[in-house]
């Protein structure tokens, strides 16, 4: 199994906000191949309470580029054919539609997770990290957050959950 895992932070959660973060991860089965990670600058002051959320500030975007040109060609050239996985999936589809200028199927490990572990509810990210015993630094980075979502996917693996793709 191939893939990509993605995790964007935002400068809220509505569409009309614009993304501060992105990580993605390209993965083989259990090993990570690479890596791409970087704050973007949104052209807006960031909310307080995402500062709070996500540990960025208005500060720490300036000198990164905004969410175009060539930062958009580099995250299509990183995905390129590879599927896409996050927790929480709509979320993440909703920004990277602006990406690929059209809907982007990204594969959901939320809902398989709260489903093949028969949860009774739906488990934020962080719950499902502490579950299973994950290693969690900063919730709320789109790094950590997008190296949870791997290895979420990996426990879903190993149990023979089978992918609806």
């Known amino acids: 199994m191939t893939g990509v895992c993605i995790d964007i932070e935002t400068t809220g959660f509505s569409k009309n906000d ?5 990580s993605l991860i390209k993965f083989t089965g259990p090993r ?4 791409f990670s970087t704050l973007i600058n949104p052209g807006r002051s960031i909310p307080e309470f995402i500062t709070e959320i996500t540990g960025i500030n208005n500060s720490m975007v300036l000198g990164f580029p905004g969410f175009n040109g060539k930062l958009v060609d580099d995250i299509k050239r990183f995905v390129r054919y590879h ?8 979320f993440e589809a909703r920004f990277m539609k602006n990406v690929f200028l059209r809907d982007v199927e990204v594969l959901d490990v939320m809902n398989p997770i709260r489903t093949h572990f028969k949860f009774n509810k739906s488990l934020k990210l962080i719950e499902a990290a502490k579950h299973f015993k994950l290693e969690t630094r900063e919730v709320h980075t789109s790094l950590n957050d997008a190296l ?10 190993r149990t023979g959950y089978v992918w609806e793709i």
């Open 148 to 157: 949870i979502c791997f290895n979420l996917i990996n426990i879903l693996n």
């Open 32 to 35: 990570v191949d690479d890596i």
């Open 83 to 90: 599927k896409m996985y996050a927790y929480n999936a709509p």
């Open 18 to 22: 614009s993304i501060i973060s992105i």
